[in-house]
C-alpha cells in the first residue's frame, strides 16, 4: 500500500505516529520512528513560556532535521497570547508540518500554569487558542484528554470539547482515553476515543494503551483517522513496524520480523544519533531505555543489558554495542 494519505491538513504516508513524549521525543528517537515507519513524529511538549524567556537548552528542542520530518511542533501554555508569540519566533527560523497544543497533561507543574489538561476546564481559552494560532497558516491539532463534566470544573464532555476545538478551527484534535484525575494509571477508555471518531469523521487521532498491532488496528477499523505510538513504542519500537505490516503497508525490513541484524544496526545508528544530536551523558541515558524494546524476547537480552547498566561511560556502552553478537549467538538469525 503506497497511497498517499490527507489527515489534519497534513500530506502522510500512513496513520502511524509517534506521540509527543516529554523527555523522549528528542531528535535522535523522532529520527528512529520515522526509519521504522511511523509517518509524523512530534517534538516534546515544549513551554511557550520558556521560548519566550528562557535559555538555550528550551531553544534547541525546537531544533528539527529533514530525516524527522513531517513533524508536529507541540507547544503549552495557558494563554493564546503566549502561545502565538512562541509560535511566531518557531517560525522565524525553523519549519514544521502543524502546530499541537498539549491540552492533556495532568501533571501539576504544568497543571498550576493553566496549561496541558487545566485547559480542559477552561474551554472559552482552548477554543481562543486555536483561533489564534491559525492565523500563522499552519494546521492546528489540539491534544486533550476524556473528560467526564462534573458540573464543576469540567463542564463540557469529550465530544463536546472535541466539536469545539474543531469549531475554532483545528484540522484534527487527538484525544487520550484517560481522564487527567487518572494521570498514567489505570486503562484508557478506548469506547470514548472511538465515540468521538464516529461523530467527527476523519478528525480524531488516537492515544492511549496503544501496545500491539491489534492495539492500532482497532483505532483506525473503528473511525481514528490516525493513532499515536507512545509508551508502547518505548517498550517496543519494532511495534511500529508490526503496524504497518498487519496494516498492508510495505516495509523495508525482512518480511514477517525484523532479525537480530537488522536490530542491531539500527540500534547502532540511533545510538550514533543520540550521542552526535545530544551528548554522551543524554545518549546513555536513552539507550539504556530503549535497550530492551529491540531486542524484545530474545535469548540474551537480559544479560546485555546488565552489561549496558555497568558501562562507566559512553566509549564502553558503544564498545559493547558494537559487540553486540556475543551476547545473542543462541538466538542469531
Known amino acids: 500500500m503506497e497511497t498517499k494519505l490527507t489527515i489534519g491538513g497534513v500530506e502522510v504516508e500512513n496513520p502511524v505516529f509517534f506521540a509527543p513524549l516529554a523527555g523522549v521525543s528528542i531528535a ?16 516534546e511538549m515544549i513551554s511557550s513560556a520558556g521560548l519566550l524567556y528562557a535559555g538555550t537548552k528550551t531553544w534547541r528542542m525546537t531544533e528539527c532535521t529533514d ?4 513533524l508536529v511542533l507541540q507547544l503549552f501554555t495557558g494563554d493564546a497570547d503566549s502561545l502565538c508569540r512562541s509560535a511566531e519566533r518557531c517560525l522565524q527560523s525553523r519549519s514544521y508540518a502543524a502546530f499541537s497544543i498539549n491540552m492533556a497533561c495532568p501533571m501539576p507543574k504544568v497543571h498550576k500554569k493553566g496549561a496541558g489538561s487545566r485547559l480542559l476546564q477552561n474551554p472559552d481559552v482552548a477554543f481562543a487558542m486555536v483561533r489564534a494560532l491559525k492565523k500563522f497558516g499552519l494546521p492546528v491539532w489540539p491534544k486533550i484528554r476524556k473528560i467526564v463534566p462534573d458540573g464543576r470544573e469540567y463542564r463540557l464532555d469529550t465530544l463536546q470539547f472535541a466539536e469545539g476545538l474543531l469549531a475554532a478551527g483545528a484540522d484534527n484534535v487527538t484525544i487520550h482515553g484517560r481522564t487527567p484525575q487518572q494521570r498514567y494509571e489505570g486503562k484508557a477508555d478506548k ?3 472511538v465515540r468521538a471518531a464516529r461523530r467527527f469523521e476523519g478528525k480524531i487521532t488516537a492515544s492511549g494503551d496503544v501496545y500491539a498491532p491489534a492495539d492500532v488496528a482497532f483505532y483506525l477499523d473503528n473511525g481514528c483517522a490516525a493513532v499515536l505510538c507512545a509508551r508502547g513504542a ?7 513496524v508490526h503496524a504497518l505490516q498487519v496494516l498492508g503497508y510495505n516495509v523495508r525490513m525482512s518480511h514477517g520480523d525484523p532479525s537480530l541484524e537488522e536490530r542491531a544496526e539500527i540500534l547502532i545508528g540511533f545510538a550514533d ?21 529491540f531486542f524484545r524476547g530474545r535469548a540474551g537480552t537480559a544479560e546485555f ?11 564502553s556502552a558503544y564498545g559493547l554495542l558494537r559487540g553486540w553478537r556475543s551476547y545473542f549467538e543462541r538466538g542469531f538469525m
Do not use: Q, Y
Not at 32 to 39: E, N, T
Not at 305 to 314: H, I
Open 67 to 70: 530525516d524527522e520530518k513531517p
Open 191 to 193: 469506547r470514548e476515543v
Open 273 to 293: 544519533d543520540l550521542c552526535r544530536l545530544h551528548g554522551e551523558r543524554a545518549a546513555l541515558v536513552l539507550l539504556r531505555r530503549f535497550l530492551s524494546g
Open 234 to 240: 518505548i517498550a517496543d519500537p519494532f511495534m511500529v
Open 28 to 43: 535522535a528517537v523522532r529520527r528512529l520512528f520515522r526509519r521504522l515507519g511511523a509517518a509524523v513524529t512530534h517534538t
Open 305 to 315: 543489558k546488565r552489561a549496558l547498566a555497568s558501562a562507566k561511560d559512553w566509549d
